[in-house]
């Protein structure tokens, strides 16, 4: 199922530490400043430099420091849990048992291993036997029911148009690049991942018994329909377009305009009743239709050899998983596997997200922490609606509707009122690859049961270890699990500058997506519908058109540029978001004051607070990769960005014209 696209932070909170170590800790870190170099020039280098300088990626890692990289000290608590519920009996049909058998059966390398690709060499004969179109779609539906999506991809989630209900959606599919530039660029960095990516395609086939040149011959067959299927798909920023990627037709429709995919057949075989489906990209799926006439059988059933050793290698024998990692290798830049104990750590979570959430609920979870941040959530909305009110762009009628719209969010926090049942899903210890197929069924089960039913708004779309927090416009929602709340973004002992600056921040950012460039496009009730003035909405178009302006003249690598179009919504929420967390700030009894603290006053405080909770280093190689499919500046420039527009900073740290981030008042930018 196509995951939500609004997942946006990555945090967590570890309750371990007694409060005497705790009152001893220093918010700031002193040592990784590097004062040689002024705030005014370069404020993330300011703050975390001398760290970043000495600083070590290990080997396993992409990447090193806060953000996404935070979930690394998470996992070791979740191993934790793993390593005493897969050793402990445990009742049988329970959530340690399923759990814990489940980690076991991963952790079996000595069986998994010795299968090499025998579980897999059923779906292969299925594809060998194809000998029509007919086939080829038939065998498509049984595996997106297995978790083996390959040319169609279907979900189930809200209408756009009428968030209350759940209907179908197909998106466009079929490659196995991380987007359609990978297929046409003809940089030399792009062309070293195409070569890496044959040669991953060709050496899964040399493990199924193919000879060198035939698995030579394969790759360039599979790629060649990836690079045709690649051709029809929209870029990054085209799918930012909300009403451009939703394209409501009828089954009826679809069946005559796209006649060889055999709609009403495929829907059936995915046990999907339904008279309407969102196309969310339909060139992809007029091409499709054309090309399952015009490309030979031959070569689909190629294609669709290669997708399933690719969708299933880490679940199969060592080669599968080194030959997936020397390719991801060249994507990321890390240098060494990952354990595998790490490995099922993050399988474990990703499968039985909610099971493995509860027993962390139970172990690590304060309580406290809900009643502490719905209070920051709470003065962040207050701080957000002054703004409002004061915005000289906006008019009173459209300010009324915005008001409107940021007090019908919905809060969640730590985790679900209801947990997700997992009683379908039949775990053995010893099969670790049924235990996938298993838990896929499962999965495509509980999502279908959803299709042309109310939506379940208490629904989550993350698990609560997870380091991560996001605004979800369908449900207009903000959410931050469990994982949200440890230093440096919150800790019960710091001073209000540390949160506000911190978790604040966060809070500010996921306030603003309601508000940025897609999720102003969705009123209070999570609908697509247009709740502003014209005159308005072009003031509004005309600032985001700023962003992306300035953003896409930030350097990251060499002649690597951030795509200022791609990262929008993320830009304007880091801007929104400093702005909004520190107004709230200044609320507080330390806000209002001047008192120092390791000599740095509080708003001093605060920013340095928010430069040090994007203190990340990373491989070049991932940061090309990163820059070229995620929505998210690097973290740099999610500082220095929004730093330079704002008036606050330049008082806190004396920024004077001449300095390299200085921007003149009148070229700040103000959207929220």
Known sequence: MKKLPYLCLAILFLFGWNSANAQKRRFVDVAGLDSSIKPGDNFFRFVNGRWYDTVKIDADQAGVGSYSFLNIPQKRLLQNILDSVSKTKNAPGSIDQKVGDFYASGMDVATVNARSYQPVKPILARIDAINSVPALLKFVASEIKAGNYSIISFGISPDNKNSSINIAHIYQTGIGLPDRDYYFKTDSATLQVQQAYKKYIASLFRLTGSTAAVAAKNAEIAYSVEKQNAASHKTNIELRDVNANFNKMAVNAMVKKQPNIGWAALLANLGAKTDTI????????????????????????????????????????????????????????????????????????????????????????????????????????????????????????????????????????????????????????????????????????FQLAKLNKPVDKSEWGTTPSTVTAYYNPSYNEVVFPAGILQYPYFDFEADDAINYGGIGMVIGHELTHAFDDQGAQFDKDGNVKNWWTKEDYEKFKAKTKQVVDLYSTFTVLDTVHVKGALTLGENTADNGGIAIAFDAFKMTEQGKGNEKIDGFTPDQRFFLSIARIWRVKTRDAFMRTYVNNNPHSPATWRVNGPLMNFGPFYKAFNVQPGDKNYKAEAQRIKIW
């Open 278 to 445: 969102d196309v969310a990209q339909p060139a992809y799926y007029n091409k499709l239709s054309a090309a399952l006439k015009t490309v030979p059988l031959a070569s689909w059933k190629i294609y669709l050899k290669a997708n399933t050793l690719q969708n299933y290698a880490e679940t199969l024998s060592k080669p599968f998983t080194d030959a997936t990692f020397e390719f991801n290798k060249v994507l990321t830049g890390q240098g060494k596997q990952k354990t595998r104990m790490q490995v099922m750590t993050e399988k474990v979570d990703g499968y039985l997200g909610q099971a493995l959430g509860q027993i962390y609920v139970k172990r690590y979870f304060n309580e406290g922490a809900k009643k502490r941040v719905l209070a920051l959530v709470n003065n962040l909305q207050k701080s957000f609606e002054n703004r409002i009110n004061n915005l000289d762009w906006m008019s009173d009628s459209t300010k009324v509707k915005a008001k409107e719209k940021l007090y019908a969010i919905t809060k969640k926090l730590g985790y679900p009122d209801k947990w997700r049942s997992y009683d379908k899903v039949q775990i053995n210890r010893g099969k670790y690859f049924e235990n996938i197929l298993s838990l896929n069924q499962n999965d495509y089960q």
